[in-house]
C-alpha cells in the first residue's frame, strides 16, 4: 500500500468523485461503449446500434456499483460527428452517470463539444483528451464551450523514460488551464505489451508523488497486441479476460484512481476482481494509517461475510 507525502486532489466528476490517497475513494471503473468489434455496434459511421442490449450491458453496470459500491462511468465513442451525438444523445436518456467521450476523429471531438454545450449534458461530460496532437480549431472549440473536465495524456513517441513522460504530462496540465479546465485525470498512456507497457505504472506513481493530482489508465491496451494469446490454444475468451483482469487489478494496486477496462461486456468480471482488491486496499491502508497516525476517513466496500 502507497502513502504519499504529497497532498492528494480529487475532483467532482458529474457525481463521481476521483482522486484523493490509495483507499481513501473507491477505485473508478470505466466501461467502454460503441466500440468497432462491439456485438452492439451495428454501423459505426451513422452511430447505429442495437439499444436493447445495449441497456442491458448500462443496468448490468448500475447492478454492479449497488452491489460494491464502486463507482461508474461510461467512456463513450463516436466515429463520426452524427455517430457521436446519437450515441450521446441516447445516452442522456439512459444512463445519468459521467461520460467521458473520445474519438480518433477531430470533427466528431468538436460535435461532442457542440452537442453538450446545446444539450446541457457539459456538467457530466468528461473531454478525453488533451494532448500533443490537438489541432488549433479544436483547442479553441473547448475554450469557448463550457466544458470543464478532461483527460491529459501524457503520451508522446518522445517520451520512452519517466522524466519525459512527466514533462509531457507538465505541458498538457497547463495547456489543460489555458483551456479552461478545472478537473483533470492524468493518464500516463498504457502502452501495448512489448511497446512500453509497465512505464506508465512508475509515471502514475510519480504524478501522485509530485503532482498529487487525480490519475486513470487503460490498461485492456496492454494484452491488445499481445502475441502470447494469438497462439494457438491462448486464444479464447478465458484467455483473454484473464489478461484484462490482471491488468486491471495491477494498475489498481499501483495506485490508480480510475481504471478505463475497454467494452461493457466483460463489467461484471472487471467489477468483481476490482471488488475483491478493494477490500485488501481498505484493509492494507488501515493498518498504514493506524501505525503512521493518520486520521483519514477510508472507503469500506462491503465484504459479503
Not at 495524456?153 to 478545472?182: D, F, Q, Y
Amino acid at each position: 500500500m502507497f502513502v504519499f507525502k504529497k497532498e492528494q486532489q480529487s475532483y467532482d466528476f458529474g457525481g463521481v468523485t476521483i482522486g484523493g490517497h490509495p483507499g481513501e475513494n473507491p477505485t473508478v471503473l470505466i466501461g467502454g461503449l460503441f466500440f468497432k468489434g462491439q456485438p452492439i455496434v451495428e454501423d459505426t459511421r451513422e452511430g447505429l446500434f442495437d439499444k436493447t442490449l445495449a441497456l442491458e450491458w448500462v443496468n448490468t453496470a448500475t447492478s454492479m456499483v449497488e452491489k460494491t459500491g464502486l463507482p461508474f462511468m461510461i467512456q463513450a465513442y463516436g466515429r463520426t460527428p452524427i455517430a457521436m451525438e446519437n450515441h450521446l444523445l441516447w445516452l442522456s436518456e439512459h444512463f445519468d452517470g459521467p461520460i467521458m467521450f473520445e474519438s480518433t476523429n477531430s470533427k466528431a471531438r468538436q460535435r461532442a463539444i457542440e452537442f453538450c454545450d446545446e444539450s446541457g449534458l457539459n456538467n457530466r461530460v468528461i473531454y478525453n483528451s488533451i494532448n500533443l496532437s490537438m489541432k488549433e480549431e479544436e483547442k479553441e472549440e473547448l475554450k469557448n464551450s463550457s466544458l470543464n473536465m478532461a483527460v491529459v495524456l501524457g503520451w508522446s513517441p518522445r517520451a520512452t523514460s519517466l522524466p519525459e513522460r512527466m514533462e509531457t504530462i507538465t505541458e498538457m496540465v497547463k495547456l489543460s488551464k489555458e483551456l479552461g479546465i478545472e478537473k483533470i485525470l492524468v493518464d500516463p498512456a498504457t502502452m501495448p505489451v512489448g511497446a512500453g507497457y509497465g512505464l506508465e505504472h512508475r509515471t502514475i506513481l510519480a504524478v501522485k508523488s509530485e503532482l498529487g493530482l487525480p490519475t486513470c489508465l487503460g490498461p485492456h491496451n496492454a494484452p491488445s497486441a499481445w502475441r502470447f494469446i494469438k497462439e494457438p490454444g491462448f486464444d479464447d475468451e478465458s484467455t483473454h479476460m484473464a489478461t484484462i483482469i490482471a491488468s486491471t487489478v495491477a494498475s489498481q494496486v499501483l495506485a490508480t484512481d480510475s481504471i478505463m477496462y475497454g467494452s461493457m461486456i466483460r463489467t461484471k468480471e472487471v467489477f468483481a476482481a476490482v471488488a475483491l482488491i478493494s477490500n485488501a486496499m481498505a484493509t492494507a491502508a488501515a493498518e498504514a494509517n493506524n501505525v503512521l497516525g493518520i486520521d483519514r476517513t477510508l472507503f469500506d466496500p462491503p465484504t459479503y461475510e
